[in-house]
């Protein structure tokens, strides 16, 4: 019983820890993402680019709203170390997924967390959008949820690439 407490209060403090994470400090979890294309990128992958891991779903009205600046922010900053994962949430059916990459041209990679492991792994990810900009060292330096102010992401992301 007391191991059971105490895996208990353990997942709640890890919960609670990808809430409250420490920008720049706290490391992306390790994780597989499995790609509509077929391939695999995991974190270690990631590496020495900054990255940006965005859970959205097809449904998402904000999520749909944005994926044009996504767009954008990866065409302009790519070349300069600049990547995206786009993870489709498990909800998602994948048939949608992939007709929305085709019909928006999606230039960025896209995930589809079939069992929703990527997005527990993250802090446990539910509603959409959540993104998480990652460093060349591969630890987050923000998270953002829902609506969020452009320049102000903009910035964020030009000081982790110059970094």
């Not at 997005?119 to 998270?143: H, M």
Request: with cysteine.
């Amino acid at each position: 019983m007391k191991k059971i407490i105490a895996a208990v209060a353990l997942a709640a403090v890890a919960g609670v820890a990808a809430w409250f994470f420490l920008p720049g400090k706290t490391p992306a979890p390790q994780v597989t993402f499995n790609l509509m294309n077929g391939q695999s990128v995991t974190t270690d992958d990631l590496r020495g680019k900054v990255t940006l891991v965005k859970f959205w779903a097809t449904s998402c009205v904000t999520c749909v709203k944005q994926m044009p600046d996504n767009i954008d922010y990866y065409n302009t900053y790519h070349d300069k170390g600049f990547d995206m994962i786009a993870v489709a949430m498990r909800y998602d059916p994948p048939s949608y997924v992939e007709n929305f990459i085709e019909t928006r041209q999606l230039p960025f990679p896209v995930a589809l967390d079939k069992n929703g492991e990527l997005a527990e792994a993250f802090g446990d990810i539910r509603l959409t959008p959540v993104a998480f900009l990652i460093d060349r060292q591969g630890n987050i330096v923000k998270r953002y949820l829902g609506e969020y102010d452009k320049k102000e992401f903009l910035a964020t992301l030009e000081k982790a690439l110059a970094g």
